[in-house]
């Protein structure tokens, strides 16, 4: 089926950018250019235009901060310090693609585009391959209609200056064509990205456990087979595996390894194995871990926070499902059964878990034998205390086996289902507000409204792409699709973290403390919004406004420094306790250690022991026979010695008769 696209004339940067430049005024040539910009866009945007246009063309901000009397130049000198070290061609991309998504027809009307007539190009759905002359790749020849009827033969690089598999479009999925032999179709897969390539480990096909692992490029999208090794001897970190085909499982990115934990499999542990496949060595064995793991299952949540993995969930080999808690230290190679306080979330598995500002694990939807959730719990990783707080906005459908990834503050969530149908919506939680917004909808029955789909965030040209592969939703599926969420929130999410409201605590936890700076840094902007980027207006006008909020800025300002300095007091304070607790925790460690090898020591002692009193009971049992032997032999000498006598007393009194009789002695009458 042929589909029509708009042709139109496309600069190569960084002439792009001068021209999207020059459009803005920008350039210089237009004296109001700073006026003209906020009249155009929000105050917001005109920030990031302006922190990008400066990022471009002078570098990373090396001035000095602007004095707190002119809020606006401050704003200004926030939003490109915000900026950090990004390079001149990352800025003017994103510089022009803020323009593109604000005014997207902006090009016709700058002063520097070519003007052209527009062009109705009939692109059939045929594909055909480039062809190549001298080394030089040439684009497939194009029949195009012009507007007079006429029909015209061009190259598609007329029409498309770029990789065909250059993502333009913001906030929507597309399918990269990709190259290679694919995988097999399958869903309960695991997947992690890992130096810009997705490694997709395991699944299920038609209820049978799958065991390979292939690897797609994410820079030329082709896909290969990884031919791996089990390790046979045993290593100071790895022991020898027999690996078994898994579903279920979670895959995570560990140093230059990939960790493969738990799942459902044909012959299962009774503990949760840890399985780690080596990058270099193409080798898998199964990492040997301290303390009590938790029992084998499938279906749980695995969330990556620092140097730990916190474990929570699913469903064990008897099908009971579980909302127990368990972390792995991957520094001590530890696990840890943790103990919560509150409500946590009911028995679930297939849910989806993130992390937000390293200290509060969000958990939201999965499903039990009946029914499908889309409740959403938050754990304070510090106070290990569950609690339930309000969403904002229209909460999603119930689902399980949806997948999430997070992107600064968003959370991202494809995907799911609850047994009926699959769910069309890809969603997403700011997970500082706990605000539920819609991203994008697909139609049903697509892979990207399945179960067991995966989810991997990746970069791609330099910007953020989410990738999801797999998935099951009346048919198994091995399509990739790609989504590139718009960069406005990003961008802004990096500015704030760059600046002083970086340290504000998230809405998640209402109670806990903020930061101080970030009240200045919010109620100062509340203040300045009137006069952001409009520093060029009649003097008079500005002035007035600058010295009323200089006025009500100096009062807030000393009352919120003097909160500031308690603040900070009770920070060095916690700090301390901190220190004292990890000083403690450490000394512990290591006395635990030693009562383990004492009780290995008394262990062996004891073993020792038994062996001993054996052999004792053993010499007892002979001596007990050789005693009844002893007392039975005395008894038939007793016997014998009393047969003798007797048989002495007869001789003796057969003899007296007959010399009696010799003697004429008559025998004795009886």
């Known amino acids: 089926m042929a589909t029509m696209a708009k042709a139109s004339s496309s600069l190569a940067y960084p002439d792009r950018f001068y021209a999207a430049a020059s459009y803005l005024g920008l ?5 109001s250019s700073v006026k003209q910009l906020s009249s155009k866009f929000s105050n917001d945007t005109a920030l990031l235009l302006y922190a990008l246009h400066q990022q471009a063309t002078v570098g990373p ?25 990004m390079s001149s061609i990352e800025a003017m991309r994103h510089f022009v693609k803020i323009l593109e998504e604000g005014d997207p027809s902006w090009y016709p009307r700058s002063p520097n585009s070519v003007p052209e007539p527009a062009v109705d190009v009939q692109i059939s759905s045929t594909k055909a391959e480039p062809s190549v002359e001298n080394g030089a790749s040439f684009g497939e020849t194009m029949t195009t209609a012009t507007e007079d009827g006429r029909l015209t033969e061009t190259q598609d690089k007329d029409v498309v200056l770029e990789d065909p598999n250059t993502i333009f479009v913001f906030n929507q999925w597309t399918a990269p064509l990709t190259s290679g032999h694919p995988p097999k179709a399958r869903y309960e897969h695991g997947a992690a990205v890992m130096q810009d390539k997705m490694y997709m480990y395991g699944g299920n096909h038609n209820g049978r456990y799958l065991g390979d692992l292939h690897v797609l490029d994410l820079k030329n999208w082709t896909w290969s087979r990884v031919e791996t090794q089990v390790v046979t001897e045993s290593q100071e970190t790895s022991s020898p595996a027999t690996l078994t085909n898994c579903a279920g499982h979670s895959l995570i990115p ?3 390894k990939l960790l493969s934990i738990g799942g459902h499999a044909k012959d299962p542990s009774e503990s949760i194995l840890v399985k780690v496949f080596d990058l270099h060595t193409c080798t898998w064995s199964i990492l040997k871990i301290d303390g009590k793991p938790p029992i084998s299952r499938g279906g749980h949540s695995v969330t990556s926070v620092g140097k730990k993995l916190v474990i929570f969930g699913g469903q064990d080999v008897n099908k009971s499902l579980m909302n127990d808690l368990h972390i792995l230290d991957l520094d001590t190679m ?24 390293e200290r509060y694990l969000l958990v939201f939807g999965g499903g039990s034998h009946t029914n499908c959730f889309n409740d959403l719990h938050v754990l304070d990783l510090q106070t290990m205390e569950w609690s339930g707080h309000t969403q904002q906005g229209e909460a999603p459908t119930p689902r399980a086996g949806h997948a999430g990834v ?21 969603v997403v939680l700011n997970m500082s507000t706990l605000a539920w917004s819609v991203l994008t909808s697909v139609k049903g029955g697509v892979p990207l409204a399945s179960e067991g789909l995966s989810l991997v965030v990746s970069s791609y040209n330099g910007e953020d ?6 998935g099951y939703n009346g048919r198994y599926n091995n399509e990739v699709n790609v989504l590139k969420p718009s960069h406005k929130s990003s961008l802004k999410s990096k ?5 002083p409201v970086r340290d504000s605590v ?10 101080i700076e970030s009240e200045i840094g919010v109620s100062q902007e509340s203040k300045v919004r009137e006069i952001v980027m409009d520093n060029v207006n009649s003097g008079s006008k500005v002035e007035g406004k600058s010295e009323r909020i200089i006025t009500s800025l100096r009062s807030e300002k000393e009352e919120l420094e003097a909160s500031l300095s308690k603040e900070k007091i009770q920070t060095l304070q916690l700090k301390e306790e901190l220190t004292e607790t990890e000083t403690r925790s450490t000394e512990l460690y290591k006395e635990l250690h030693s009562v383990r090898s004492q009780l290995a020591t008394e262990q062996s002692r004891c073993f020792k022991l038994e062996v001993e009193v054996a052999e004792v009971r053993q010499k007892l049992q002979t001596m007990e026979t050789l005693e009844k032997e002893l007392e039975l032999l005395h008894r038939q000498r007793a016997a014998a010695s009393e047969q003798a006598a007797a048989n002495m007393n007869g001789k003796r009194q057969s003899s007296g008769g007959v010399w009696g009789w010799l003697a004429g002695t008559p025998p004795p009458k009886t």
Do not use: Y
């Open 27 to 31: 350039d210089g040539s237009v004296p």
């Open 506 to 515: 998230s809405a998640v936890n209402n109670a806990t403390t903020r930061d």
């Open 334 to 357: 530890t696990w840890d059964e943790i103990d919560t306080v509150g409500s946590p979330p009911s028995p679930r598995s297939d849910h989806a878990a993130a992390v937000h500002a």
């Open 495 to 499: 500015i704030m973290e760059a600046s």
């Open 406 to 426: 997070t992107i600064g503050e968003n959370w991202f969530i494809v995907g799911g289902g609850d047994n009926k149908s699959g769910a069309c919506e890809t």
């Open 254 to 256: 560990w140093d230059n």
């Open 465 to 470: 792409v989410i990738v999801a592969f797999g």
């Open 61 to 85: 901000c090396s001035t000095p901060k602007p004095s707190a009397w002119n809020p606006s130049e401050q704003s200004k000198w926030k939003s490109w310090q915000g900026l950090g070290t």
